[in-house]
């Protein structure tokens, strides 16, 4: 069963340093998305990606967040310079179509996460 | 703006029971759909049912089914028969419609315990 696949599982860096949180999304899949997850916490929607650029974003996706495309399968998010409170779960998901259509079309499929630590 | 809201941050079941996990929500968008997610011990997201808002009929996924009260902006979780790999953290989720969907807002979660 076609899955998404997070590299790496966990990721410990040094407050300042940029990261590089990788995703392959599931292969004709055309929605992507990442999720953030602070530890105890609800899942918070970063932001959504289609047709190579952003479809929406929220509040927490501010400058030092981007996301891109580089190729057909790898979707990622950096982080320019790294917080404390920038600990926790990274989920990336993708789905087929937004919504409508038939069973399943606008299903987010998410992947085992990154852990990111900053020290 | 959309919220969500789980009531019940700990739920425990003992095994082969039926368990019933709440959610409300609040929107004034008439297309949208509600989702169950699953988050075991290992983090990863699991889906586990998914309800359009158009349909009256509940959804239903094997031993787990949904209670959709579109007027009371409810939409509650059945785990019948529940069993060990059931504990897991439960999140209730919502989504726009139409073209304006893709993003899922979760509930905070309700941590449910399956006992031998």
């Known amino acids: 069963e076609p899955e998404v696949t997070q590299t790496p599982s966990h990721q410990v860096t040094q407050m300042g340093q940029e990261v590089i949180l990788r995703c392959v999304p599931i292969?004709?899949?055309?929605?992507f998305y990442w999720y953030r997850q602070i530890l105890g916490q609800k899942v918070e929607f970063l932001v959504s990606?289609?047709?190579?650029?952003?479809?929406?974003k929220s509040e927490i996706f501010d400058d030092q967040f981007s996301v891109e495309r580089p190729d057909g399968s790898n979707f990622t998010l950096k982080i320019r310079s790294t917080k404390l409170e920038d600990s926790a779960m990274y989920f990336c998901a993708s789905s087929s179509e937004l919504a409508g259509g038939g069973v399943g079309k606008n299903i987010q499929y998410f992947g085992a996460g990154t852990r990111l630590s900053v020290l | 703006a959309q919220t969500v809201t789980q009531s019940q941050p700990e739920m425990s079941v003992q095994e082969a029971e039926t368990v019933t996990l709440s959610c409300t929500y609040d929107?004034?968008?008439?297309?949208?759909?509600l989702f169950w997610y699953k988050q075991p011990p290992s983090r990863q997201m699991i889906l586990v049912i998914r309800?359009?808002?158009?349909?009256?009929q509940n959804a239903t996924e094997n031993r787990f089914s949904v209670n959709f009260q579109k007027a009371a902006k409810s939409f509650s979780l059945k785990i019948s028969d529940s069993q060990l790999g059931d504990t897991a953290m439960y999140f209730c989720?919502?989504?726009?419609?139409?073209?304006?969907?893709?993003?899922?807002?979760f509930g905070q979660g309700t941590e449910l315990s399956v006992k031998p």
């Open positions: 929107t004034s968008e008439s297309n949208y759909y």
């Open positions: 309800q359009e808002a158009y349909k009256q």
């Open positions: 990606f289609y047709n190579n650029e952003i479809s929406e």
């Open positions: 989720a919502f989504m726009r419609g139409g073209n304006q969907g893709g993003k899922l807002i």
């Open positions: 292969s004709n899949h055309l929605y």
